[in-house]
């Protein structure tokens, strides 16, 4: 019989492990350690060799094991199966999502170079936009969802800032907006501006559709970038982040990420693994979920509007992108309230089964207002325009019993 390639769920309990090395453990140990033994001085030096990049690892050659800081058993083998879902030739985990987005913009901007990026974003790595990087003399631009291709480049021309550009950042959907960015137009364009000098790299932050819903790397990403301290990790009891790509752009991340000491830890990574087993069920129930919340949230008389991309219908201007470059609409949505922050607070305010906590991607539902927590740091000016208003909630929904939750939305929506 030909051999057959399992699909990513059906090797998430054992791909990259190897039983026998850890007196047959059916599951990988925590490798509790800072360092790690040389079975002899060549040895040592050979692995050093390859870790901090002095020459390639040969064809037969395993990576040897030195200390945490630099590789550890359960962070390989989790990065090993996480590549899996997005077919990413390497994967990097760090000890948080934003440690994860920091470093790879550290690593591949300089100063006087330009980042272009979608806006909505999530606030930590607006912030970090706004005010480290450009600490460093590096410059950004925003765009929208709405906005074309080619006004972007008709609006970078005029600023004459088009030629320094070296990085298309994009979070889609956004954050909490659910605005859906054309990864394949902005590669397009990254690729307009690249030269055999220098490539112009399109980093995606895939948080919101996780793993199985979007594949950005096949869309024309060179990055994707996760924290995966929300559907990945799933159970809200481990931070964490990864970014997949090509072998040379994940060697360069690592070798940041060595010096900078914020790649994960054995327990971060154990987790992780067993996380992962469960992945698929996870975002499969609830999206299911997703659907029936949103489709009781449209008819609701106090919900002004709802953002979910499975409402989207043939002929929006988002349709298209929605059918070409995501598998479902997910389980993250936010909708307007009638009225305003008392209006949404008082919503807030009466859940009983969902609970009110920023973070999202969780076995349980979690609701919160962006306006006022995870996107305060953002100027009210801005939050207008991307339609963060004091009446928006945002929404993670979970795998309980869906008509349970719809229960506790409606009796809350009856306190506004």
């Not at 994967?91 to 934003?98: D, K, P, Q, T």
């Not at 440690?99 to 170079?113: N, V």
């Not at 959907?173 to 902005?186: E, G, V």
């Not at 740091?377 to 928006?392: F, G, H, N, Y």
Request: net charge negative; hydrophobic share 40%.
């Amino acid at each position: 019989m030909d051999e057959k390639d399992f699909k990513p769920e059906s090797l998430m309990m054992s791909y990259g492990y190897k039983p026998e090395l850890s007196e047959g453990a059916i599951k990988c140990p925590i490798f509790q350690t800072s360092t790690f033994v040389f079975k002899s001085a060549e040895d040592g030096k050979a692995f050093f060799e390859v870790a901090y990049g002095l020459r390639e690892k040969g064809p037969t050659e395993e990576l040897g094991l030195i200390y945490s800081r630099l590789n550890n058993p359960d962070l390989e083998i989790l990065e090993d199966r996480l590549t899996l879902w997005d077919g990413a030739e390497s994967c990097a985990v760090f000890e948080s999502g934003l440690a994860a987005i920091t470093t790879s913009l550290l690593e591949f901007l300089k100063p006087g170079d330009l980042l272009l990026h979608s806006e909505p974003v999530y606030g930590g790595t607006n912030h970090f936009i706004d005010h480290v990087l450009t600490k460093f003399g590096i410059e950004h631009e925003h765009f929208s969802a709405h906005e074309t291709c080619d006004a972007v480049i008709t609006r970078l021309q005029k600023t004459g800032k088009d030629k320094k550009l070296a990085m298309v950042y994009i979070e889609t959907p956004a954050n909490p907006t659910n605005a859906l960015i054309d990864i394949k137009a902005y590669s397009e364009l990254a690729n307009k501006y690249s030269t055999e000098e220098k490539k112009v790299l399109v980093a995606v932050d895939n948080t919101y559709m996780g793993p199985l819903w979007q594949h950005p790397l096949k869309h024309g990403a060179d990055l994707v970038l996760y924290s995966a301290t929300k559907f990945i990790g799933g159970h809200s009891d481990v931070i964490a982040g990864a970014v997949l790509g090509s072998q040379d752009l994940i060697t360069r991340i690592k070798t940041l990420r060595t010096f900078l000491g914020n790649m994960a830890g054995p327990w971060t990574g154990w987790l992780l693994m067993r996380s992962l087993e469960t992945l698929k069920v996870r975002m499969e129930a609830q999206a299911n979920n997703a659907v029936k919340v949103a489709a009781f949230l449209i008819d609701h008389p106090k919900v002004e509007k709802v953002y979910f991309p499975g409402l989207l219908k043939e002929g929006e201007p988002q349709f298209d992108i929605f059918t070409m470059q995501c598998l479902s609409a997910g389980s993250m949505l936010s909708f307007d309230v009638t009225g305003g922050e008392e209006e949404a607070f008082n919503f807030l305010n009466n859940l009983k089964l969902i609970k009110l906590a920023v973070s999202l991607g969780s076995t349980e539902s979690l609701a919160e207002h962006p306006a006022t927590m995870t996107h305060i740091d953002v100027s009210p000016e801005s939050r207008q325009l991307m339609a963060i208003t004091d009446k928006l909630i945002r929404l993670s929904v979970g795998i309980e019993n869906c008509d349970d939750l719809i229960w506790d939305i409606h009796q809350a929506l009856e306190h506004v």
